[in-house]
């Protein structure tokens, strides 16, 4: 398996392991951050997250007319 292998695997995962190896990477290769490459796996996370959120949010809230008749 090549570098390259390894950092596309890494790019594959999620944007809290992706950010700090991107950032890692440009270091370690003294070369300059990809500003644009965070924003966008920055975005890409936040249409994925925001969705589910709103989901979790709406799945959690009950309402007292609900409730209360189960009992």
Request: glycine residues 8%.
């Amino acid at each position: 398996m090549g570098r390259e292998d390894a950092i596309h695997r890494m790019r594959c995962r999620t944007p809290r392991g992706v950010i700090p190896a991107m950032v890692f990477q440009s270091i370690s290769d003294d070369k300059p951050i990809d500003l644009i490459g965070i924003l966008v796996v920055l975005v890409t996370g936040m249409i994925c997250f925001i969705p589910f959120t709103l989901f979790v949010r709406g799945v959690t809230k009950t309402r007292p007319e609900e409730s209360s008749e189960g009992t």
